[in-house]
């Protein structure tokens, strides 16, 4: 299985909402991130786990909160988001976050309204 | 620091023309490169990579190789099809695990 899963595919919410983006891979990965992507923009790194520590936090607001239950599983927590916020959030895993080429999941198109 | 730098777009080609789409990149050392690519309402999917120079990448008949000389890794495709129409990315990665991504370019072929 070669393939990182993130549900769901399409998230719309208010302000005042609390909501979860999911991410699943099953390649024995021990390393996952989180990105942001704006409409024809490169991503951006948000967050990064290696080994399920949380390693690289890159001055993401804290309305964003990340979480690795398990090295197969990653989360992103949202509370109190800003129509700013709206954005493809993308997943991505690498066997062990060294050198080596990131497999990326479909994504989640997030709408604050 | 590492940074990596990518050809402007939009770029418009007619099916079957020759593609190429420049990057260079700055690094100290030796940085593994890559090539993603972004179809309409997906993520990214890697194309093609190199880890040390004169290496080359190839996959779906683009090629790039890895220049250490021109600091370069120029995507090239010898006949490009409908369904190549994307948003391409160049990458890189050196020392940890975060990735310099280029700003994209964006490919449409037409019939």
């Known amino acids: 299985d070669t393939e990182v899963t993130q549900t769901p595919k399409h998230l719309v919410m208010g302000m005042t909402n609390k909501k979860s983006l999911k991410c699943e891979q099953h390649?024995?990965?021990?390393?996952m991130y989180w990105y942001k992507q704006k409409a024809k923009k490169p991503p951006e790194l948000m967050f990064v786990?290696?080994?399920?520590?949380?390693?690289i936090n890159e001055s993401v607001p804290s309305r964003f909160s990340p979480e690795c239950p398990n090295s197969s599983l990653l989360n992103l927590h949202l509370h109190a988001l800003q129509p700013e916020d709206s954005a493809l959030y993308l997943c991505?895993?690498?066997?062990?976050?060294?050198?080596?080429?990131?497999?990326f999941g479909p994504g989640t198109r997030l709408t604050v309204l | 620091g590492d940074s990596v730098t990518q050809m402007e777009g939009p770029v418009t080609l007619s099916e079957e023309a020759f593609l190429t789409i420049n990057c260079t990149y700055t690094a100290t050392g030796y940085p593994s490169l890559f090539w993603y690519v972004q179809y309409p309402g997906e993520g990214l999917q890697l194309l093609l990579k190199a880890t040390k120079a004169d290496d080359k990448g190839s996959n779906k008949g683009f090629e790039a190789t890895y220049r250490k000389e021109t600091t370069s890794f120029h995507l090239e495709k010898g006949s490009v099809q409908v369904s190549d129409s994307a948003v391409y990315f160049c990458a890189l990665i050196h020392t940890g695990n975060q990735f310099y991504f280029g700003t994209g370019t964006s490919l449409t072929v037409i019939p």
């Open positions: 991505a895993s690498s066997q062990d976050g060294t050198s080596r080429e990131q497999f």
């Open positions: 786990y290696s080994y399920e520590k949380l390693s």
């Open positions: 390649m024995g990965h021990r390393a």
